[in-house]
């Protein structure tokens, strides 16, 4: 039975090819139209859902002024947090965003001795290229896959120090002699230098940090810290 509808619906096909080819190509592009509304809402709706109470996040944006074409921008005056925690109690928390793009963002001590001193001293270093400058005043001339073994860094990220260094004059590459593949940072002038200059500020840091604190418990720590970097490179 149905063998015999296939081939009348074969028939109807061939006999009404004009007709056959608007129903298909119309079924057709509904139920692409449908998908394509489909995975639109399904995006839509991935936004925030890890978290427990997502139906309760709110966004805050900006009306124009304009009546004709009013625009809803992203952005609000940094005040608006504050006077939502203020004016709405009934809030639980309020937080803002602020995006930017190749920014680093690091974390120094509480007292920010350190990286106060950089600021006093106008030295351009970020925490993250001090800790690659670190490893070089320790021990000049190492492999970049060395150094981002040592500071835990991925390849690109290291480069992208490595360069940003280089622009200021403080390290500078050379092909490894014995691996053409490898390449190898050394120090500049400036930046040795620069580590006469930095070595007394981490020493007072250290020394505000450890205060209070028995050196074999501080030794203890400065091993369990160090073996937990190798488990980390082991994986």
């Keep these: 039975m149905f063998k015999n509808y296939f081939k009348t619906a074969i028939r109807n096909l061939r006999r009404h090819s004009g007709n056959s080819f608007i129903n298909i190509a119309g079924l057709v592009v509904g139920f692409a139209a449908f998908l394509m509304l489909f995975l639109v809402v399904q995006y839509e709706e991935s936004f925030d859902s890890f978290h427990a109470n997502k139906d309760q996040i709110y966004r805050v944006v900006r009306i124009g002024r304009k009546a004709e074409n009013r625009e809803y921008r992203t952005g609000v005056p940094f005040p608006v947090t504050q006077g939502l925690r203020t004016d709405l109690p009934q809030l639980k928390n309020a937080a803002a965003i602020f995006g930017d793009n190749n920014v680093q963002v690091s974390t120094t001590a509480a007292d920010g001795s350190v990286q106060k001193k950089f600021k006093e001293q106008n030295i351009d270093l970020t925490y993250e290229m001090h800790q690659v400058m670190a490893c070089l005043w320790k021990n000049d001339g ?94």
């Design 142 to 235: 190492l492999r970049q896959q060395d150094l981002a073994d040592k500071t835990l860094k991925d390849k690109a990220s290291l480069t992208c120090l490595i360069d940003n260094l280089t622009k200021r004059n403080l390290v500078q590459r050379f092909e490894d002699a014995n691996d053409r593949r490898s390449k190898l940072i050394f120090l500049t002038d400036e930046g040795r230098e620069l580590g006469m200059k930095v070595e007394p500020w981490a020493t007072e840091l250290f020394t505000i940090v450890s205060k209070n604190i028995d050196s074999a418990l501080l030794n203890q720590s400065i091993l369990m810290v160090k073996q937990m970097i190798e488990n980390v490179k082991k994986g």
